[in-house]
Nanobody
């Protein structure tokens, strides 16, 4: 069984920063798989925010490039999303994601609210 548990969300003013964490447990070993962060704003589809490969390569949505940084701590089996220069448009529920074996796993999400 695999669990992904996000934390670190909250309310922040525009221009502020947050760091989200995704702690993986169970049979998943994150250094052997790609991990991703998605987000879903009210009334919108879930969108891909950032990915990190098992080799450490990263990719970002154009809307967050230069402001967000995805990273991983293999020893802690945890993935992070550092978010800087936040704007109200970043308000969403943020989800951790991984494909492990033949299954796609999602965390429960963590709410990020950016006030103007």
């Amino acid at each position: 069984q695999v669990q992904l548990v996000e934390s670190g969300g909250g309310l922040v003013q525009a221009g502020g920063s947050l760091r989200l964490s995704c702690a993986a447990s169970g049979s998943i070993i994150i250094r052997f798989t790609a991990m991703a962060w998605y987000r879903q704003a009210p009334g919108k589809q879930r969108e891909l925010v950032a990915t990190i490969s098992n080799g450490g390569s990263t990719n970002y949505a154009d809307s967050v490039k230069g402001r967000f940084t995805i990273s991983r701590d293999n020893a802690k089996n945890t993935v992070y999303l550092r978010m800087d220069s936040l704007s109200p448009e970043d308000t969403a529920v943020y989800y951790c994601n991984s494909n492990w074996g033949t299954t796609v796993y999602w965390g429960q999400g963590t709410q990020v609210t950016v006030s103007s």
